[in-house]
């Protein structure tokens, strides 16, 4: 029998390395970052793990990481290799201590983000929203390195996202 759950029942971990007030961007992720999983079907509670940084930050973490020398707007870790739209539904995965599913780590530049969001005239909580989404797919088994269907199921699936969020490009 499956057992009942919540986006409540996740744990959205936030840290953040800026000396910046960043309650408004992690009301805003906690509040994403659910609305995501339960979009994608997820069927259990989950743990995900947000790093808010500079772009110094992401560069730092990139190069540590993927051996890539350059800032990027958002970096996703998954635990897991999840095949899209097949995401977790049980226990198999669940950490024993916690029940909660570890779906990986996320890492968003804040500074990155603030200026895409001015670059492409949406504002920065939209662009926020957008990157913890295009995360949360990441760590669910998406991935857009070629340009083909797979790029575009992914764009699709954040569109539909963030669009059942009431976030739009042109509302920002």
Known sequence: RKEEWSAMD???????EL???TAACETLLRRVIPAALEAEGVGAPCEVDVLL???????????E???????????SFPMFEYVPGRPPEGAADADPETGLIPLGDMVISLERARAQGEEYGHGTEREVAYLA???VLH???????????????????????????G???RQM
């Not at 996740?10 to 953040?16: A, D, K, L, R």
């Not at 940084?53 to 190069?63: A, M, S, V």
Request: aromatic share 2%; charged share 40%; no cysteine.
């Open 65 to 75: 990481q993927r051996d890539v020398d350059r800032a990027t707007d958002v970096l």
């Open 10 to 16: 996740n744990e959205i971990i936030i840290e953040s």
């Open 19 to 21: 000396e910046e007030d």
């Open 133 to 135: 989404v295009h995360s």
């Open 139 to 165: 760590l669910l088994g998406y991935d857009h390195m070629d340009d083909g269907p797979e790029k575009a199921r992914m764009r699709e699936r954040e569109e539909t996202i963030l669009g059942a969020l």
């Open 53 to 63: 940084t500079n772009d110094e930050g992401i560069r730092r973490i990139n190069l």
């Open 167 to 169: 976030i739009s490009r």
